[in-house]
């Protein structure tokens, strides 16, 4: 039996990679905030797992105060490099690091493969941290791979979880033109993507999206669809500024991702497009 231990499993990833791993040959354990800020449990803990998982870090759905955007960055980076110290100073480290990171990393021109151009705002600078942190833990004993999210949809949590309502209420609409990319995966294709990458034991960095990116216009119409309510009234962008300041952009600002690596190497979504995803977890 292998063993997954994962920082960050309280959230909405974390706990749906320990419910969907235990049905298989593994013991998840989690890595509570007491463990990681305790080098001694911290190294013993990693000194007996095969794979780290690394989901650490504060919600980035959430207005953007100085004071916050600090949070965003220490709860990533501080965490990861305990981690990877910890991996570092321990004799029979995990066999392989998968950590975090984002789409957010792109800028939001054009259409990106785990290769493409980076920006230099906030959120695609924390992303760069945050993953050169997590690649300084690559070694011969261990792997390390970056896994860029889309936006998350699940039945119980997520992004889906905090629009769903208003939609519902037909009172859903586009936000700001509409026109933003929107790139996203479901729930059950996320998981299996790591079930498929570790099982295979493939470094790479991937981009955990559909493989068919859509537009806000696009998810607002299969939300309406497949919940038979209207969506006409748009989302003023400037609403969504005086709400969350400058993390507005997290929803304004799409980034159009492509799963290349993860598709040129075999993997098969269930849930390609907006429709498909939408019409599965609202049915």
Not at 17 to 43: A, H, M
Not at 134 to 154: P, W
Not at 189 to 203: G, H, Q, R, T
Not at 261 to 278: A, V
Request: hydrophobic residues 35%; aromatic residues 10%; proline residues 4%.
């Amino acid at each position: 039996m292998k063993t997954i231990a994962i920082s960050g499993a309280s959230g909405f990833v974390g706990s749906s990679l320990t419910e969907f791993f235990t049905q298989f040959d593994y013991k998840v354990i989690p890595i509570k905030r007491e463990t990681l800020d305790n080098k001694t449990k911290l190294e013993e803990l990693l000194n007996s797992s095969d794979i780290l998982i690394n989901l650490s870090g504060a919600n980035i759905i959430n207005r953007w105060s100085e004071s916050y955007k600090k949070l965003l960055y220490s709860s990533r980076i501080d965490s990861t490099q305990k981690l990877v110290s910890a991996i570092k100073n321990i004799e029979n480290p995990p066999k392989m690091l998968i950590s975090t990171s984002a789409v957010g990393i792109y800028d939001n021109k054009s259409t990106y493969d785990e290769n493409g151009n980076f920006s230099n705002d906030f959120l695609s600078s924390l992303c760069q941290d945050w993953e050169k942190e997590a690649l300084k833990a690559k070694s011969e004993k261990t792997k390390a791979s970056i896994f860029r999210f889309g936006i998350i949809l699940g039945e119980d949590g997520g992004a889906l979880q905090k629009m769903i309502t208003p939609f519902k209420l037909g009172l859903g609409g586009v936000i700001g033109s509409g026109k933003q990319a929107f790139s996203y995966i479901h729930i059950q294709d996320l998981l299996e993507a790591y079930k498929f990458v570790i099982e295979n034991s493939y470094e790479d960095t991937f981009n955990l999206t559909a493989p068919k990116p859509t537009t806000n216009k696009g998810l607002t119409l299969a939300l309406g669809k497949t919940l038979k309510r209207p969506t006409i009234l748009p989302l003023p962008e400037f609403v969504l500024n005086i709400i969350f300041s400058e993390g507005a952009k997290v929803l304004t600002d799409g980034q159009s991702a492509v799963p290349k690596k993860l598709l040129d190497l075999g993997f098969e979504f269930k849930y390609k497009t907006i429709e498909e995803t939408i019409e599965n977890l609202c049915k």
